[in-house]
């Protein structure tokens, strides 16, 4: 089995370390991660996951796959620090926001690179992910490279300039979710249910109508009527939705994340 190394050990890299460990993709014996500075932060994956703190940078040249996971503004950093230790066979996955394949080559060099968006459901094997390849990633090497993303969830491969939208929707969409969810747990907890009780029912809502949409071919619009009797309980909630601009805000919302994401490609 082949070496890997973190640059970058944070949320996402811990998300994608518990999902191949525990999925017995990669042994936790393959995995190293390095930090710029956390040393705390290794020492907890460390415990965690059994995986290898890399102690020396001249080690970097034995790795076959490097994935880059620093926030997007730390990445020239960490490139400078790898790049005279970085082989010429080494491949690359990135799974930075924004952060274009181009940029990369100029930091580390032309070699296999695949631009990936995960998120962080990847923890349990149901990350969304996109990804998109450079012209060195060969047929062979795809296959490698989606293997290793299926086994966290489902791949869908795209152009590279709609990595922007797919972060927006995918890579972002948890935390939107997570917001409704907050606000849902306020509002039940206004009426005097629990917080578990609330949770409960809400998991189940949320996983059931993504379960109906996955299984049968009707459009959410569809799904949406059949719940909503005239003169009904929905038709009020969706009302006040209305009046309060619930697809403005929801538009405005996936739209600035997508420029956020072109911003970074930019370097702003
Ligand atoms: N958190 C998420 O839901 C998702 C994040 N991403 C992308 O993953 C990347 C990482 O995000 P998070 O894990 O959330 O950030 P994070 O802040 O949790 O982790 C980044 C890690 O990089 C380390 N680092 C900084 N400079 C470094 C350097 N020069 N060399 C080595 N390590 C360095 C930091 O110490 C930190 O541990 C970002 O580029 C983000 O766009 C992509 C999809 C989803
Ligand atoms: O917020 C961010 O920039 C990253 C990219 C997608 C999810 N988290």
Known sequence: MQKILFVGAGSMAEALIHGWVEQKVIPSQNIYITNRSNHERLVKLNESYSVNILEDNAFISEMDLIIL??????????????????????????????IPINTIEEGIGKRPIARVMPNTSATIGMSASGIAFNAQVDDYQKVLYLQLLKAIGIVIEVEEDKLHAVTALSGSGPAYLYYLMEAWEAVGAEFGLTKEIVRELMVQTIAGSAAMLQSGNEEPNVLRRKVTSPGGTTEAGIHALESNRFNEAIYACVKSAEARSRELANGQ
């Open 69 to 98: 996971a620093t926030k997007p503004k730390d990445i020239f950093h960490a490139m400078e620090r790898i790049q005279p230790f970085i082989s010429p066979n080494t491949a690359v996955l990135s799974v930075l926001a924004g």
